[in-house]
């Protein structure tokens, strides 16, 4: 398995941005697919975006579509999540993730087999 430690989250006002990223260890980081994944007070977690193992891949809710972008370096065993235009609706503990060993994208959340602890994001109207 993926070992994950998540960063970058804060409070930033509507229209602004952040980006998160979600550190790995373990020898897999490379062959494995990551996703993003959030969750804001009293709903369930919900998919964010995903990236396939070599970076070609990607796939993002439509809520996100156009203002996110994930991204990856497999030699620094890092995975970024780029958010511009942020929303209130934003707000939520943003989640790492990893699809151990496999290599193709997943937008559901039981695929995944790494977490990482999470890091809040607040965005201010």
């Known amino acids: 398995q993926v070992q994950l430690v998540e960063s970058g989250g804060g409070l930033v006002q509507a229209g602004g941005s952040l980006r998160l990223s979600c550190a790995a260890s373990?020898?897999?980081?490379?062959?494995?697919?990551m996703g993003w994944f959030r969750q804001a007070p009293g709903k369930e977690r919900e998919f964010v975006a995903t990236?396939?193992?070599?970076?070609?891949?990607?796939y993002y809710a439509d809520s996100v579509k156009g203002r996110f972008t994930i991204s990856r370096d497999n030699a620094q065993n890092t995975v970024y999540l780029q958010m511009n235009s942020l929303k209130p609706e934003d707000t939520a503990v943003y989640y790492c993730?990893?699809?151990?060993?496999?290599?193709?994208?997943?937008?559901?959340?039981?695929?995944?087999?790494?977490w990482g602890q999470g890091t809040q994001v607040t965005v201010s109207s």
């Open positions: 993730a990893a699809r151990s060993g496999y290599a193709s994208i997943r937008i559901d959340l039981r695929e995944y087999d790494s």
């Open positions: 990236i396939s193992s070599g970076g070609v891949t990607r």
């Open positions: 373990g020898r897999t980081f490379s062959r494995s697919a």
